[in-house]
């Protein structure tokens, strides 16, 4: 390969090697941004008087305004629905989210709560906690948020206590009944006390210095591969041929 080539296929690896890894450094800062302003958009909105059940959205359209505010609901646990969210972590554990449907008091629909998370037998996978269902009417506190997050999954959709996802039509039409377009994350409160499920669900910010060390990397390289360039290819040919 002549010198004139080989400087040009150079100069073309190393103008695309810098602004990969340029753009994969800012495309890491604006990751951290997205998680920055959603916190604060969680922040404010969970500053907000609560919401009751009468207010809960209807519809999709009502849904997204909603998330991440407080609220107290009344209302009468379907008994016999609790279901089991497997691989989900909390503090690094793995386990499960507890989920249970609420019908809303006033209202011909009900709502799924996230309970709370419990961790898994680690002899039988299929064993799952004992979670309380108490009869009558409950008053539940917490926030409102999107239906549990969906992880990857081999097979169908599951039907057994244990799932891997969770889709709130299906679930409607499983159990007859309407489902509200969110889920309540509830919040530890006395009538919690003591049923084993842990509550200490995590801030979408709280991971943020990642993606700020991950564009600090992407950025040295970046500046790295200019600098050998320019080494190698400018000056270092220059101090040569003026020896």
């Known amino acids: 390969m002549s010198p004139t080539r080989r400087f040009i296929v150079v100069t073309v690896a190393a103008v695309l090697g810098v602004a990969l890894t340029a753009r994969l450094?800012?495309?890491?800062l604006s990751r951290a941004a997205?998680?920055?302003?959603?916190?604060?958009?969680?922040?404010?909105?969970?500053?907000?008087?609560?919401?009751?059940g009468f207010a809960l959205a209807h519809d999709a359209s009502e849904a997204d305004a909603q998330h991440y505010r407080p609220v107290v609901l009344h209302g009468r646990w379907l008994r016999g629905r609790t279901?089991?969210?497997?691989?989900?972590?909390?503090?690094?554990?793995?386990?499960?989210?507890?989920?249970?449907?609420?019908?809303?008091?006033?209202?011909?629909?009900a709502v799924l709560v996230q309970r709370g998370w419990a961790p898994r037998d680690i002899r039988d996978r299929t064993i799952v906690p004992a979670v309380s269902e108490?009869?009558?009417?409950v008053e539940i506190r917490g926030t409102i948020a999107p239906p549990p997050s969906r992880l990857f999954e081999f097979s169908?959709?599951?039907?057994?206590?244990?799932?891997?996802?969770?889709?709130?039509?299906?679930?409607?039409?499983?159990?007859a009944l309407p489902l509200a377009p969110v889920s309540v994350l509830q919040g530890d409160?006395?009538?919690?006390?003591?049923?084993?499920?842990?509550?200490?669900?995590?801030?979408?910010?709280?991971?943020?210095?990642?993606?700020?060390?991950?564009?600090?990397?992407?950025?040295?390289?970046?500046a790295l591969m200019t600098g050998l360039y320019v080494w190698f290819q400018l000056v270092r040919p220059r101090l040569r041929r003026s020896a």
């Open 34 to 52: 997205e998680k920055n302003a959603l916190q604060a958009m969680i922040d404010t909105r969970g500053a907000l008087p609560p919401l009751d």
């Open 83 to 109: 279901l089991f969210l497997d691989n989900r972590q909390m503090n690094g554990r793995p386990g499960f989210f507890v989920v249970t449907p609420l019908r809303l008091e006033g209202r011909s629909d």
């Open 189 to 222: 409160t006395p009538a919690t006390a003591g049923d084993g499920l842990l509550r200490q669900w995590p801030r979408p910010a709280i991971d943020v210095q990642k993606h700020y060390g991950y564009a600090f990397q992407w950025f040295a390289m970046s």
């Open 25 to 28: 450094g800012v495309w890491q």
């Open 134 to 137: 108490p009869e009558g009417s």
């Open 156 to 175: 169908g959709a599951a039907s057994g206590t244990i799932r891997q996802n969770l889709d709130l039509t299906s679930l409607a039409a499983e159990i």
